[in-house]
């Protein structure tokens, strides 16, 4: 099965400043790599996906990169706003199932 | 375009009852994924139907759980004889067609056994 490690657990960083996000995985038959935002009691919400034959993409302040060989990718937020305070997953998978991570804390600190 | 529906969205039971959680998927959607989320986890993958159809069941205990998605209906996940260790917030997900990975979530029904 998929094992998914991410890093950090808690990320706390100054309004304006950017935020990354690293997620490992160890099947290398995941070809589907989406990052979830959720925040207290709420739904999981997409913010940004990336398929495996492509290494980055960018959404205006949101971007994620993808480096298949070293089985990792990882969220950058730039320019972060005290609404991006949340809990954001990676979930690396595939159509069949995604498999989360633990899960990062940040905390935009006005 | 309504999104994923749940309800209920809270659910308490008194241990040894039976729990069933509701799950209408986006208008078009024919692929269901149940997820369960103990407090301050991620969310953990229990089952992938499709209308009449369980295609992976990996994630679902051996005991006391059960789900369905009918051709008519909602999805239902049932939790038979439920123990405290069952309280969790549980999270379905639709995408709409075979291959098609991106899966969006309804709002989840947190469970409380008491």
């Known amino acids: 099965g998929e094992n998914v490690e991410q890093h950090p657990s808690t990320l706390s960083v100054q309004e304006g400043d950017s935020a990354v996000i690293k997620c490992t995985y160890s099947?290398?038959?995941?070809?589907?790599f989406p990052w979830y935002k959720q925040e207290l009691g709420k739904r999981p919400q997409l913010i940004i996906d990336?398929?495996?034959?492509?290494g980055e993409k960018k959404d205006q302040r949101i971007a994620v990169t993808l480096n298949k060989t070293a089985k990792h990718f990882s969220l950058h937020i730039t320019e972060t706003q005290p609404e991006d305070s949340a809990v954001y997953f990676c979930?690396?998978?595939?159509?069949?199932?995604?498999?989360f991570g633990s899960g990062t804390q940040l905390t935009v600190l006005p | 375009n309504a999104g994923v529906m749940q309800n209920p969205r809270h659910l308490v039971r008194r241990r040894g009852q039976e729990a069933r959680l509701r799950c209408s998927p986006m208008?078009?959607?024919?692929?269901v994924y149940w997820y369960r989320q103990l407090p301050e986890e991620g969310l953990k993958f229990m089952v992938y139907?499709?209308?009449?159809?369980?295609?992976?069941e990996s994630g679902m205990p051996k005991e006391r759980f059960s789900a369905e998605f009918p051709k008519e209906g909602p999805s239902i996940l049932r939790i038979q004889q439920v123990v405290r260790g069952d309280s969790a917030a549980y999270f379905c997900?639709?995408?709409?067609?075979?291959?098609?990975?991106?899966?969006?979530f309804g709002p989840g029904t947190r469970l409380t056994v008491l």
């Open positions: 990336i398929r495996s034959n492509v």
């Open positions: 099947d290398s038959a995941s070809n589907y």
């Open positions: 997900a639709s995408s709409p067609f075979e291959g098609t990975d991106t899966q969006y």
């Open positions: 979930a690396p998978g595939s159509a069949r199932q995604l498999t």
């Open positions: 208008k078009g959607h024919s692929h």
């Open positions: 139907l499709q209308k009449e159809n369980i295609i992976d």
